[in-house]
Nanobody
Framework: QVQLVESGGGLVQAGGSLRLSCAASGRTFSSYTRGWFRQAPGKEREFVASINWGGSTDYADSVKGRFTISRDNAKNTVYLQMNSLKPEDTAVYYC?????????????????WGQGTQVTVSS
Protein backbone atom coordinates (compact mmCIF):
# COMPACT_ATOMS: atom_id res chain seq x y z
CA GLN A 1 0.00 0.00 0.00
CA VAL A 2 1.42 3.34 -1.08
CA GLN A 3 1.51 6.02 1.58
CA LEU A 4 2.81 9.57 1.65
CA VAL A 5 3.11 11.07 5.13
CA GLU A 6 3.87 14.74 5.69
CA SER A 7 5.39 16.18 8.84
CA GLY A 8 6.99 19.37 10.05
CA GLY A 9 4.06 21.76 9.97
CA GLY A 10 3.23 24.08 12.83
CA LEU A 11 2.81 27.64 14.01
CA VAL A 12 5.54 30.16 13.23
CA GLN A 13 5.86 33.93 13.28
CA ALA A 14 6.21 35.90 10.08
CA GLY A 15 9.80 35.85 8.90
CA GLY A 16 10.42 32.45 10.43
CA SER A 17 11.21 29.10 8.85
CA LEU A 18 9.81 25.60 8.72
CA ARG A 19 10.97 22.42 7.03
CA LEU A 20 8.33 20.02 5.79
CA SER A 21 9.07 16.37 5.09
CA CYS A 22 7.13 13.83 3.06
CA ALA A 23 8.08 10.21 3.59
CA ALA A 24 6.86 7.67 1.07
CA SER A 25 6.33 3.97 1.56
CA GLY A 26 4.92 1.09 -0.39
CA ARG A 27 7.10 1.58 -3.44
CA THR A 28 10.25 3.35 -4.57
CA PHE A 29 9.62 6.88 -5.82
CA SER A 30 13.08 7.68 -7.13
CA SER A 31 11.78 7.89 -10.72
CA TYR A 32 8.72 9.94 -9.78
CA THR A 33 8.24 13.66 -9.77
CA ARG A 34 7.44 14.83 -6.26
CA GLY A 35 5.35 17.91 -5.68
CA TRP A 36 4.09 20.17 -2.91
CA PHE A 37 0.69 21.86 -3.04
CA ARG A 38 -1.19 23.96 -0.51
CA GLN A 39 -4.77 24.92 0.19
CA ALA A 40 -5.79 27.89 2.31
CA PRO A 41 -9.29 28.16 3.82
CA GLY A 42 -11.82 29.17 1.20
CA LYS A 43 -9.30 28.92 -1.62
CA GLU A 44 -8.47 26.35 -4.26
CA ARG A 45 -5.49 24.07 -3.96
CA GLU A 46 -2.43 25.60 -5.58
CA PHE A 47 0.94 24.39 -6.79
CA VAL A 48 3.93 25.27 -4.63
CA ALA A 49 6.96 23.36 -5.93
CA SER A 50 8.07 20.22 -7.73
CA ILE A 51 11.24 18.23 -8.24
CA ASN A 52 11.63 15.61 -10.93
CA TRP A 53 13.66 12.43 -10.92
CA GLY A 54 16.71 14.27 -12.22
CA GLY A 55 16.56 16.99 -9.60
CA SER A 56 15.09 19.76 -11.76
CA THR A 57 12.85 22.04 -9.74
CA ASP A 58 9.94 24.37 -10.38
CA TYR A 59 8.35 26.89 -8.03
CA ALA A 60 5.26 29.02 -7.88
CA ASP A 61 6.13 32.69 -8.32
CA SER A 62 4.79 33.41 -4.85
CA VAL A 63 7.45 31.25 -3.17
CA LYS A 64 10.47 31.66 -5.46
CA GLY A 65 13.53 32.70 -3.52
CA ARG A 66 11.96 31.71 -0.19
CA PHE A 67 11.15 27.99 -0.53
CA THR A 68 13.46 25.17 -1.57
CA ILE A 69 12.37 21.67 -2.55
CA SER A 70 14.80 18.78 -2.31
CA ARG A 71 14.72 15.00 -2.24
CA ASP A 72 16.60 12.11 -0.70
CA ASN A 73 15.92 9.05 -2.83
CA ALA A 74 17.67 6.75 -0.37
CA LYS A 75 15.04 7.75 2.19
CA ASN A 76 12.18 7.97 -0.32
CA THR A 77 11.59 11.44 1.13
CA VAL A 78 11.05 14.92 -0.25
CA TYR A 79 11.52 18.13 1.71
CA LEU A 80 10.26 21.69 1.51
CA GLN A 81 12.41 24.26 3.27
CA MET A 82 10.33 27.37 3.84
CA ASN A 83 12.08 30.59 4.81
CA SER A 84 10.89 34.17 5.25
CA LEU A 85 7.38 32.89 5.85
CA LYS A 86 4.47 35.27 5.40
CA PRO A 87 0.92 35.13 6.80
CA GLU A 88 -0.32 34.43 3.27
CA ASP A 89 1.65 31.16 3.34
CA THR A 90 -0.82 29.83 5.91
CA ALA A 91 -2.42 26.70 4.48
CA VAL A 92 -2.57 22.94 4.64
CA TYR A 93 0.43 21.65 2.71
CA TYR A 94 0.17 18.41 0.75
CA CYS A 95 2.86 16.35 -0.90
CA UNK A 96 2.18 14.33 -4.02
CA UNK A 97 3.89 12.01 -6.46
CA UNK A 98 3.49 11.30 -10.17
CA UNK A 99 5.18 9.48 -13.01
CA UNK A 100 3.93 12.05 -15.52
CA UNK A 101 6.62 13.77 -17.54
CA UNK A 102 4.93 17.17 -17.83
CA UNK A 103 2.25 19.36 -16.34
CA UNK A 104 3.68 19.35 -12.83
CA UNK A 105 1.69 22.43 -11.90
CA UNK A 106 -1.61 20.57 -12.11
CA UNK A 107 -2.72 18.50 -9.15
CA UNK A 108 -4.81 16.32 -11.43
CA UNK A 109 -1.74 14.48 -12.75
CA UNK A 110 -0.65 13.31 -9.30
CA UNK A 111 -2.24 9.97 -8.30
CA UNK A 112 -0.56 9.78 -4.89
CA TRP A 113 -1.21 12.28 -2.08
CA GLY A 114 -0.42 12.70 1.57
CA GLN A 115 -2.94 13.67 4.21
CA GLY A 116 -1.59 17.19 4.63
CA THR A 117 0.13 19.17 7.35
CA GLN A 118 -1.03 22.55 8.68
CA VAL A 119 1.27 25.55 8.42
CA THR A 120 0.16 28.69 10.23
CA VAL A 121 2.14 31.92 9.99
CA SER A 122 1.20 34.63 12.46
CA SER A 123 1.75 38.31 11.79
Amino acid sequence: QVQLVESGGGLVQAGGSLRLSCAASGRTFSSYTRGWFRQAPGKEREFVASINWGGSTDYADSVKGRFTISRDNAKNTVYLQMNSLKPEDTAVYYCAATQASRGYYSGSIYPYWGQGTQVTVSS
